[in-house]
């Protein structure tokens, strides 16, 4: 393996994952397309950074240098901080905050230290608490499809996409084919056959899936099933 994974959940509303990585060595893996926005402290060579990256629509290839540490906070959708909206950091347009020590950031005029893999949740409770860090509630009930006003109403239902874009960055329909291939990714990497993936997941055929795993993870179903590449982080969620 290129790169070991970790992961826990969090007992933060905000948050959806938790996780802290090591690279074995030197390569390419695929980063597999997401809806999470997230925050990343990287170590390498002595140099400390933390990075907020939004979400990614489509699959890229990534390198990954020998011998890094990353610890990072995948926040759950609807989440976002007003100073970097969703939109405007989607797709690898990331930004890494400046250094204010060995220790910490600057942001928002203040200087914080990195969090840490065990006290994540303490950290993003003070970004909260600043304000720097909120949640749109009109985002979770579109999620679990029992919507929000009156569905008859095209205002109402315009006003509910726009909550949604503005919130996760991608629209809802983009949201559900990103989560529908990370699960049928889940589903092959634990050696599930193609066909219980297919209707498992949703698609209409074979050849569905395949078309969405090429968009959305880099590579073909077989590819997925044989382990041939490393992938970003992978876990299941109820999202989608």
């Known amino acids: 393996m290129l790169i070991t994974f ?3 959940p969090s007992d933060s509303p905000f948050v959806e994952r938790i996780w802290r990585s090591r690279s ?7 980063s597999m397309a997401t809806c999470n926005w997230m925050l990343v402290v990287s170590r390498h060579r002595g140099e400390v950074s933390l990075t907020i990256r ?4 489509v699959a ?3 390198d990954c240098p020998a011998g890094g540490e990353w610890v990072g906070i995948h926040f759950r959708p609807g989440t976002f901080m007003p100073l970097f909206p969703p939109a405007r950091i989607r797709d690898r347009n990331d930004v890494t905050l400046p250094r204010a020590s060995a220790h910490g950031f600057r942001l928002d005029a203040s200087a914080w230290e990195y969090p840490t893999f065990a006290n994540a949740d303490v950290f993003v409770q003070r970004l909260v608490n600043k304000g720097l860090v909120v949640a749109d509630p009109l985002v979770a009930p579109l999620l679990r499809d029992s919507g929000v006003g009156d569905a008859t109403d095209p205002s ?7 909550h949604f874009l503005h919130a996760t960055g991608v629209t809802r329909g983009t949201f559900r084919q990103i989560e529908r291939a990370r699960r049928a990714t889940a589903m092959l990497r634990d050696g599930d056959a193609v066909l219980e993936v297919v209707a498992a997941a949703g698609y209409f055929d074979q050849a569905h899936l395949a078309r969405s ?3 959305f993870v880099g590579l073909t179903p077989a590819q997925v099933a044989r382990g041939e590449r490393q992938l970003s982080l992978l876990y299941k ?3 989608g």
């Open 6 to 8: 970790e992961d826990r």
């Open 237 to 239: 969620t109820g999202a």
């Open 60 to 62: 890229t290839e990534a």
């Open 54 to 57: 939004g979400p990614e629509t």
């Open 24 to 30: 074995e060595g030197a390569g390419r893996f695929q």
């Open 213 to 215: 795993l090429r968009r």
């Open 156 to 162: 109402s239902l315009r006003s509910r996409q726009r």
